[in-house]
């Protein structure tokens, strides 16, 4: 059975497109088919960071309108064969996503076998966002340890578990994760930023995954590669254990503590 | 880390943000699915209370409580300390 995963925030620009796309490729990489949505309507991006921009003819909004069929506007990844970009409209029409639209095109992604759909939420808690977590079965909340993105994230699981189809028809609850991103254990050591456990403790959610701040990630985004796919970076290796988390295996966390560094290097930056 | 910020730390403010949160966001919740005339309300309580003792809107707490199909609106107000005269 296909599993509806958003990815959301409330707070703009605190990585859930970044987290979309990684999470997606990480999913499909293991052999599962995977479509990833983008719901920022107007803002379309998701398609720079999984680098097929260039590639965009149809979109979600021609889909749901039915100027194109959905098998049209999906874009195959070139790098793993099981991995679908549904871009999102240009349009400024705020409106052109409806409920029922959008229901529709969820239904034919689950009908043609696709296991895992990410919905790629847009800031905000208004229509767009309203939608992308409308048919979810779990949702990744994507949080920066600061005091306004965890604000903004509690009103998010509010909305979860009210404003949602699995509430409205009494169903289970929609499963909640927290991942914790821009991560910067020195400055958390340094008492700068709230800890992991500190976050935790006051959204009361379970942890899916902590990730660091680190350039890479910019330059991931500067070359179109979902940045789990990078090698071997700090970064990818702990959306790496986020998605092997969400499919249900037990891995600790890591990256909590800044790597030891010599006299050296501490005394002359870096 | 640099040399220069070796010596000129920023303070450890870390836990002051877990505190701000811990409060906001516990009233968030319990104003959440009360009734929309929650802030009405607290807005209307201030003023009133403020004709006869100065109070900050800090010091004003509402909260609803839902316990066994009873609703019970807890109302605190912390009074100003009483100035030597
Ligand atoms: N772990 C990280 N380390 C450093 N920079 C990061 C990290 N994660 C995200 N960023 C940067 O943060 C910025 C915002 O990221 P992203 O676009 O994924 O956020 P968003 O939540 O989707 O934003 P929006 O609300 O506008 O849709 C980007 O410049 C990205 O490179
Ligand atoms: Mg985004």
């Avoid at chain 1, 398609?47 to 100027?67: A, H, K, P, S, T």
């Avoid at chain 1, 930023?193 to 942890?207: A, F, H, R």
Wanted: hydrophobic fraction near 45%; proline fraction near 4%; charged fraction near 30%.
């Amino acid at each position: 059975m296909a599993e509806i995963i958003v990815t959301t925030s409330g707070k703009g620009g605190v990585g859930k497109t970044t987290t979309s796309a990684s999470i997606a490729s990480g999913i499909a990489r293991r052999g599962k088919k995977v479509a990833v949505i983008d719901f920022d309507i107007g803002l379309r991006n998701l398609d720079l960071i999984m680098g097929c921009e260039r590639r965009v003819v149809y979109d979600f909004v021609n889909v749901i309108q039915g100027e194109s069929t959905l098998k049209q506007a999906l874009i195959k990844d070139k790098r793993i064969e099981t991995l679908f970009v549904l871009a999102a409209s240009q349009t400024r029409d705020k409106d052109a996503l409806s409920l029922e639209g959008v229901r529709k095109v969820l239904d034919e992604l689950i009908a043609d076998g696709f296991d895992y759909i990410i919905c790629d939420s847009p800031a905000g808690i208004e229509k767009g966002a309203h939608l992308a977590m409308y048919f979810a079965d779990r949702a990744i909340v994507v949080v920066n340890p600061e005091v306004s993105s965890v604000r903004d994230s509690d009103r998010i699981l509010g909305l979860l578990a009210s404003k949602t189809q699995r509430a409205e028809k009494d169903e289970s609850k929609v499963k909640e994760h927290l991942l914790l991103t821009r991560y910067s254990p020195k400055r958390v050591a340094a008492g700068e930023m709230m800890s992991v456990d500190d976050v935790k403790e006051i959204l009361g959610i379970e942890v899916i995954g902590v990730i660091p701040e680190s350039p890479d990630v910019l330059a991931a985004s500067n070359a179109g590669t979902p940045v789990i796919l990078n090698a071997e970076s700090d970064v990818s290796l702990a959306y790496e254990d986020a998605v092997a988390r969400l499919l249900g295996e037990t891995v600790p966390l890591r990256f909590l503590e800044e790597p030891k560094k010599g006299f050296f290097a501490r005394m002359f930056g870096g | 880390m640099g040399l220069l910020a070796f010596f000129r730390r920023s303070p450890a403010t870390a836990n002051i943000a877990k505190e701000r949160l811990r409060i906001i966001v516990s009233q968030e919740r319990s104003a959440r699915g009360g009734p929309d005339y929650l802030p009405l309300l607290r807005r209307e309580l201030l003023e009133v209370i403020r004709k006869y003792v100065n109070v900050d809107p800090e010091a004003i707490q509402i909260n609803l409580e839902r316990e066994e199909g009873q609703e019970v609106l807890e109302l605190s107000v912390q009074l100003p300390e009483k100035k030597a005269v």
